[in-house]
């Protein structure tokens, strides 16, 4: 059964998906016209005077960082490292050309996911994938929506948001501080009941304290292992480029790392971890308080800069600095051998700590995401059993380590992505006309202000 499922994983994240993906992101690039170069400082502005002046649940600050938890997770510690170690240095290269144009994919989701959210018997909003499969392509489209849904639902319950992250906060904290896993497992699961019962306020306001702080931490001390091997930064960047186009073997302990594997590790492992093109993010995006999709879409944008291109690199640079790649490491290992050759005395520590904050908001933010799959499967009557399952969940998983479910959650994870691809590729006209319409009177109201300052003067 194992061997059967992984045959199915590795067919659904071989190279057609990686084309689709990469693809819409390419032809999201073109119609846009490079829009997140050009108006990524516009974007990055937003995150922080967005005006929040329409219908919505939560700010855009909020729902940028709801989503940032359920991204900003292992994959960013452990992901980074079986990139770099499977591809080489050259992989992160790679990582940064999906982000690239994963930053183009991510912003369409948020125009078209607040474009045609709508509001439940709750008076909450809800969009994502399934409603604007449904709403902007048809009524013939529906069941590519419930596919989603489905799928949805099932990479919340059995992998991203449950059993792979708290089995990574309780492993982590038994090997680096001997603390049982019963004890980790019971706090963590109350933690998130506390959390998660209280619907998506609930959530965003955690996620948008804990989110800052957890992601300044770990900037601050990858950082630092980059200043501590400054003399060994150039080369290190030489590396990353040199190894992406490089098919001969690398050198430094590793063999037979050729553009091919470089590429897939590379492109695979950050769109993991951003999740640009695999619907997740635009689910939150909905809820946000803007009336603008183009706006709410800039600063979903954000998200992919801030998760690869930030966060990843700062991870895989320190990871070829230190010469952790190199060794017979890999994983957590690997990231906590680097953590360790700059900071002997506490690396490990601040690993521990950022490893599982990154976990635990996973789940949180997952379990959002799992909730509004559920209502639209089944309406608000089942989003309170689908609370007390997943926290249930949570609890039960610290206990498994079920190779099958984990391939299981990985392959529904990936189909995930082909309904709302195929959304996106269908939709991409109505995302360039709602891009247009807001830059029009974005220039039209800085017009006016330069007018007034004019006349003022």
């Known amino acids: 059964m194992l061997e059967i499922l ?27 016209r490079l829009l997140q170069v050009l108006k990524l400082p516009v974007a990055l502005k937003l995150i922080f005077v967005a005006r929040n002046a329409g219908n919505g649940d939560v700010s855009s600050f909020q729902a940028l960082c709801t989503a940032l938890a359920a991204t900003v997770g292992t994959g960013n510690i452990v992901g980074v490292a079986t990139a770099v170690k499977a591809g080489g240095p050259g992989a992160l290269f790679w990582m940064w050309l999906a982000a690239f144009f994963g930053m183009a994919t991510k912003y369409a989701e948020g125009v078209l996911a607040v474009k045609y959210r709508t509001v439940d018997e709750h008076g909450n909003a809800s969009g994502g994938p399934m409603y604007y ?16 849904a489905i799928f949805g639902t099932m990479t919340a319950c059995l992998g991203s948001g449950t059993f792979t992250q708290i089995n990574a906060i309780t492993s982590i904290l038994d090997v680096t501080l001997g603390v049982p896993v019963l004890y980790t497992a019971l706090v963590v699961t109350v933690l998130v009941g506390f959390i998660t019962i209280g619907g998506l306020r609930s959530i965003a306001k955690v996620t948008g304290r804990i989110v800052p702080f957890m992601s300044m931490m770990y900037m601050a001390t990858t950082i630092a292992i980059l200043i501590y091997y400054a003399d060994q930064v150039p080369a290190a960047i030489n590396m990353v480029f040199e190894g992406a186009f490089n098919t001969t ?88 051998r680097a953590f360790t050759s700059a900071f002997p005395l506490f690396g490990k520590m601040l690993l521990t700590g950022g490893l599982a904050l990154f976990a635990f908001t996973t789940i949180i933010g997952w379990n959002y995401y799992g909730e509004r799959c559920v209502a639209y499967l089944f309406g608000v009557k089942g989003i309170l059993p689908y609370r007390y399952a997943y926290i249930a969940l949570v ?13 299981i959650a990985d392959i529904v994870n990936g189909l995930m992505a082909i309904p709302n691809l195929i959304a996106l590729l269908c939709l991409s006209g109505v995302v360039v006309a709602e891009t247009k319409k807001y830059f029009t009177y974005w220039d039209r109201v800085h017009t006016r202000y330069k007018s007034i300052r004019t006349v003022s003067k």
Not at 133 to 148: D, R, S, T
Request: hydrophobic content about 50%; charged content about 10%; some cysteine.
């Open 6 to 32: 992984s045959m199915i994983n590795s067919f659904v994240w071989g190279l057609p998906l990686m084309i689709l993906l990469i693809g819409t992101g390419v032809l999201m690039t073109v119609r846009l």
């Open 133 to 148: 499969i449904e709403q902007g392509l048809g009524k013939n489209y529906k069941p590519l929506a419930v596919l989603f």
């Open 249 to 336: 073997a690398a050198t430094g302990g590793f063999l037979g790392a050729t553009v091919m594997v470089a590429m897939r590790s590379g492109i695979a492992r950050g769109i993991y971890s951003n999740e640009a093109g695999l619907g997740s993010a635009p689910i939150v995006a909905a809820a946000a308080k803007t009336k603008w999709p183009a706006e709410q879409g800039l600063v979903s944008m954000t998200g992919t800069f801030i998760d690869t291109i930030i966060i990843c690199s700062l991870t895989g640079l320190s990871l070829i600095v230190s010469s952790a790649w190199c060794g017979d490491l890999n994983g957590a290992a690997m990231t906590e």
């Open 395 to 407: 609890g039960v998983g610290a206990f498994l380590k079920l190779e099958t479910v984990w391939v």
